[in-house]
């Protein structure tokens, strides 16, 4: 794991050039702190510079950028190639005479035999490179297929700029950035900004399974060398055996391999364990593979609420882990807060960032590789929001479109301060479980539900944040993404599987890994996730739906899969997801900070926010009737962002 920065314009001065790239690399030494290295070719233009986090071959062998054997191919990369020793095999067959032990060095040898693109298609990994080609003078950016590793680039001028963050281009000399008007419109709505685009004006990040190849006159071309709604296509056409039992065999089987080859590693290694269903599963997978004891990591915390450390503790105890647990006091997860906008380089609003700090914070101290369960709801079914979408879809749907329209404008007609005190006053005879808190606010959203086209606006409508977004932010607008336009082209889907195919193209690569991989690079912590693995996710394709959601339950396959390891009563509890008490903190130590980035005053002077929108539901969450955490703590995460 490392970081890669680098520029392909008009060098005029080689030393003047060095001294960029230091700085450009220097600015994400928390990538990679073991070592450094430049590759500049003056003439070319292209400059080239990796920080290093030493994982497989730590000798100077694994150094990069790396050259290939003919000196065709130079490349800069970040990431891990978990299958690099089948393919080092193939080509030592061929007659290939490696000099050290490295992923890098096998990459080269299968790019100078089948090409760049071609060549990606045979690596299963987590990757985002940088690679130069000498002969043609072409400069190729490439990410992993499912967008584990982050990679950024856009033009300054004449030059072009790309790396692992934002704070490498930020350091180039040329560079002038402009926020994006049209990325804080996507920003408010979903809590991050979605691939293609950037915060930046004039910059982009490379798409999951992309290549940006980029000539010397400017010219790009973007090429795809693996397409999720094709993995979805080949699996739902040739289902996964012909029992239920060998489907669990045959996922099992596969998991096993690729938790073992990403179980390699020439530095400590351990997991993370929240005593859940994904990641008990691949500690569980883990240890019985290992001849010793697997190091597991857990964050606990005080509040009932939001402990899980009691859970992982549990199972840990059953399959013998080295397990170590810190509990955090509200002091400790909030001291992160200042630190959050230069951890995440671009306005990034999931306040799980907090603990996946944390824990990874723990998990460095012991190892430098940690393994997790992330993916696992995605792969198969695990999110809550599936089962409520999926309900309110399927009472929908047969309702004639006019109704629903003419309904939701009624609701609308309404304000959501009048249906708070009629709905609010009726539903005091019912028990306090069964009340609904903002009911006014949900009569508004249940409209906005009820007008949808389809069962992806829906969907794009349970994952909003502030719906629309032009409530604070007048004059924004939205381009297109995978969400506004739905999962046209992959075939007729239930409902689930078109929210799980819509958020392993969106929250996942945008929301959930770029929360992992930015927590843990800031502390130099190589985090691999197996369920990631793209075999896994085209076998997972290939499981019938009924071995995803049944019972009620989600991950049903993984369930079954666990009780070969695990008793149930160890990881059977409701989904309590990865949080902190926002709600609360906003209304007590929280407070006197976020008053400050959302004073109206500095809110208009600003320019881009409705400052009298923003202070009306700050107001609301501090009388406590409404709970605004989500939408505001996005908010306040781009105001902490700009004032970085």
């Not at 499981?543 to 989600?554: F, H, V």
Request: aromatic share 10%.
């Amino acid at each position: 794991m490392c970081g890669i920065a680098g520029f392909l314009g008009p060098i005029r001065d080689e030393r003047e050039a060095a001294a960029t790239l230091t700085r450009m690399t220097e600015a994400i030494r928390h990538r990679g702190p073991d070592d450094s290295g430049q590759w500049i070719d003056p003439a070319a233009g292209i400059a080239l510079g990796h920080r290093r986090l030493s994982i497989i071959d730590l000798s100077p062998l694994g150094h990069q950028p790396m050259t290939s054997a003919s000196g065709r191919f130079v490349l800069t990369y970040n990431g891990e190639v978990y299958n690099f020793a089948e393919l080092r095999r193939e080509e030592e067959a061929r007659g290939h005479r490696f000099r050290g032990h490295s992923d890098t060095e096998v990459m080269l040898a299968v790019f100078e035999r089948l090409g760049v693109l071609e060549g990606t298609r045979r690596f299963a990994g987590m990757f985002a490179f940088a690679v130069w080609d000498r002969r043609e003078r072409l400069l190729h950016l490439v990410r992993d297929r499912i967008g584990e590793k982050p990679l950024y680039y856009g033009w300054a001028g004449q030059t072009l700029l790309f790396g692992s963050e934002l704070k490498s281009l930020r350091a180039h000399p040329a560079w002038r950035g402009e926020v994006d008007r049209d990325a804080v419109a996507l920003y408010l709505r979903y809590n991050y900004v979605p691939a293609p685009y950037a915060i930046y004006s004039g910059v982009r990040k490379v798409e999951p399974a992309s290549s940006v190849t980029i000539a010397l006159d400017g010219g790009a071309r973007t090429e795809t060398y693996w397409d999720l709604s094709e993995a979805v296509r080949r699996g739902r056409s040739d289902p996964l055996g012909s029992s239920e039992e060998e489907q669990l065999d045959a996922l099992e089987a596969r998991l096993m391999e690729t938790i073992g080859e990403e179980m390699l590693a020439d530095v400590p290694l351990g997991a993370f364990l929240s005593g859940g269903i994904d990641s008990t599963t691949i500690v569980a997978l883990m240890q019985a593979q290992s001849s010793q004891p697997v190091r597991t990591f857990t964050i606990g915390f005080r509040e009932a609420e939001y402990n899980e450390a009691e859970h992982a503790r549990a199972v840990a105890r059953h399959l013998g882990t080295d397990h170590t647990e810190l509990y955090v006091t509200p002091e400790e997860a909030r001291s992160v807060i200042p630190r959050l906008p230069t951890i995440y380089d671009e306005p990034f609003g999931d306040s799980s960032q907090i603990p996946t700090h944390l824990v990874s914070e723990l998990a460095r101290r012991h190892v430098t590789v940690a393994l997790s369960g992330d993916g696992g709801d995605e792969m198969f079914g695990g999110y809550n929001r599936y089962f409520l979408g999926r309900r309110i879809w399927g009472s929908l749907a047969p309702l004639p479109s006019w109704f629903r329209r003419s309904v939701a404008i009624g609701i609308r007609a309404v304000s959501p301060e009048a249906w708070g005190n009629v709905l609010g006053t009726a539903q005091r005879v019912l028990p306090a479980r069964a009340q609904v808190a903002q009911v006014g606010d949900r009569m508004h959203k249940l409209a906005g539900v009820l007008a949808v086209p389809s069962a992806s606006a829906m969907y794009r409508g349970l994952v909003s944040n502030w719906d629309p977004p032009a409530e604070i932010f007048p004059g924004g607008n939205e381009p297109e993404t995978a969400h506004s336009n739905g999962v046209e082209g992959v075939g007729r889907l239930d409902f689930v599987e078109q929210m799980m195919w819509l958020d392993t193209r969106t929250y996942l690569p945008d929301d959930i890994m770029v929360k992992v991989d930015r927590a843990s690079m800031a502390v130099s912590l190589e985090s691999r996730a197996p369920f990631l693995d793209h075999r896994v996710v085209e076998l997972a394709w290939r499981l019938p739906l009924r071995l995803k959601l049944r019972d009620g339950q989600g991950k049903w396959a993984l369930r079954s899969l666990l009780d070969r390891y695990v008793p149930r009563q160890l990881v059977e509890r409701p989904k309590m997801g990865f949080g902190v008490p926002i709600d609360a903190w906003l209304r007590g130590p929280l407070k006197q900070w976020a008053e400050a980035l959302l004073d109206p005053v500095r809110l208009k002077s600003g320019g881009l926010f409705n400052a009298d929108a923003v202070w009306r539901r700050w107001t609301e969450h501090q009388r406590g009737g409404n709970n605004w955490q989500y939408p505001l703590w996005n908010l306040l995460m781009f105001r902490a962002w700009q004032d970085a």
